[in-house]
């Protein structure tokens, strides 16, 4: 009999999942009363920095130690044209992050992330989902899990991207059956593909749709229709980050959608999970409404590879450094309102 | 005879200024068309990178001098009860600048900005608006010289804020008059007003208008009659930061109030300036569509000090670091993009 793995143990187990911890961030919320501002002016920041103090459980959380995960995987389906670049590129643009010549590369020397880029079996994309099954359950389990191992120890705030040529089309089909969205609204250009093309990959989702069906009570049954591999993993780091009780920032459109697969296990499993931009894919901002989650930034970004989440961090640590460093009323003989 | 100043010379004379420098921004698009990523990926970072570029004028635009300017005035209608804080709190606020205690200096260290606090005849507040004009243009045009001369020759990004107690009753008076706005849409609760304090507060800037009305045909009248020094000194700036080529990023709702002032003096004075934020405020939204220019984040901060401006910098130096730093499909030997 094989080992049970803790991603196994998680769904099929009786684990307790860690919870936001509301006595630490009331604790947050009294220190930020005390602030040399206005309570309240710092509108955003205030509320992440008191989110942090909740699952960090921390009062003064800090990101010390934020990691940077890409995830990247190849795609049977974009056999079909879905894509406007070719499969190879995702095994490119990996020698591209590991040569540090992306964009992401940039983002998180700018933000002192540390990268980690995790191929997987790049040269045996998924099945073509719009004919068959992207993987077996037992695959989505193991890619999973490959995703729950990657979270380094120390690790304080999980920055999560990905790289997949084609994965918009996984990733629009998920959302698609998950939220019973109608395809032609959700479906966008991904890399930048033309309308003749976007054409193409509203009808290949269709199709894929009719034959997978809409109806999943579990991540690994709608993970194991529509792939892909990386969007797998990426599923299984939130839950390993969750277990941990590391706060994570969501890129855009393909992370959320990765991640999004989980509510089918449990509602409130991404309550650890910030959104950090809205994606100019079409399919992100119903996405969030499902998920009533409020993105950080609105940049128009849509690129991937968590370069949205890096940046999304440096608004992070805005928020954490006054929370943590401003002086208080008191110590700074600064008068306090006047009540009316 | 005294002798001309700039401030003088700009509104008087017949001064060449200086514009986008459109042939060194077409170079900085050709550079983001070769950057390993799909074209417009990047959103609004590559728009500001060429942006920045055009300003600059330099294809690589940098920010390695940043500074942060924050003006401090007082003001005399402060009498009037239209803020949650004494007067005193503008000089405290100072020392706790110079301290740094307050949320701009922790947000300038992150940012790695250079902070410079320019407090105004603190003990001399402008007069009550509500019952005389604030100062005499002899005095606007004197402040607006304090903020031009306050520029650093070194610096290559201007971030502009602000303090001063009761000036979002200064700043929402300007934009009323200036864009002819309904004053109950444009008043906010500034620092935390509540109802009763609000409906004071839009009774007391209604009377101001109806005693200096809102037709004014430059900016120096219109400071003038509604003060107040420190926002006469970030339009001084906004001046000094064109003639030298730099760009600014305005913070929120009284920055962007007091640079608008400008436009009485040529339309697109303000082409430098991009809006770091859409402030709590509610005048806000409507004077940046009078501007037609849209925040870079929206964050419901409404802080001044240039928090948000500090903030958004972050967001500049993210579009130069992917802009000058990535590399070029040639260089990553990554294919391009499928001709469809």
């Known amino acids: 009999m094989s080992k049970v793995t803790e991603i196994e143990r998680f769904f099929y187990g009786n684990v307790t999942i860690p919870q936001f911890d509301h006595i630490t961030a009331n604790k947050a919320i009294d220190l930020q009363k005390q602030l040399t501002k206005p309570v309240g002016s710092l509108g955003k920041l205030e509320e992440i920095a008191i989110w942090m103090a909740g699952w960090q459980k921390k009062i003064k959380p800090t990101i010390k130690n934020p990691y940077c995960l890409i995830f990247a995987g190849n795609h049977g389906i974009s056999n079909k044209g879905v894509s406007a670049y070719p499969s190879e590129v995702t095994s490119q643009m990996v020698e591209n992050f590991k040569k540090g010549g992306a964009a992401i590369n940039q983002l998180c020397k700018l933000a002192k992330i540390k990268l980690m880029v995790i191929p997987i079996d790049l040269d045996k994309p998924t099945m073509d989902f719009s004919e068959c099954k992207a993987m077996s359950e037992d695959e989505v389990l193991s890619f999973m899990q490959l995703g729950f191992d990657s979270i380094p120890s120390s690790c304080d705030l999980l920055v999560l991207g990905e790289m997949g040529i084609s994965n918009t089309t996984s990733a629009t ?40 069906g809409k109806k999943f009570k579990d991540p690994v049954s709608i993970l194991s229709c529509y792939g892909g ?37 449990k509602e409130d499993i991404l309550d650890h999970c910030l959104v950090s931009h809205l994606s100019a894919e079409p399919g992100h901002v119903r996405i969030l409404n499902n998920l009533k989650k409020e993105p950080i930034l609105d940049l128009n970004l849509r690129l991937g590879e968590g370069s949205g989440a890096a940046i999304a961090s440096l608004i992070l640590k805005a928020a954490l450094t006054t929370h943590n460093g401003m002086s208080t009323f008191d110590n700074a003989k600064v008068s306090k309102q006047i009540s009316s």
Chains 1, 2 share one sequence.
């Open 229 to 265: 591999k990386e969007i797998a993993a990426i599923a299984g780091s939130v839950i390993s980050a969750r277990m941990k009780s590391i706060p994570v920032l969501l890129d855009g459109f393909i992370t959320t959608a990765a991640a999004s697969t989980l509510i089918r296990f």
């Open 173 to 212: 089909s998920i959302s698609c059956a998950l939220f019973n969205e109608p395809v032609d609204l959700m479906t966008g250009i991904g890399t930048g593909i033309d309308k003749i093309q976007l054409a193409n990959k509203i009808k290949i989702i269709d199709k894929a749709l009719r034959l997978h």
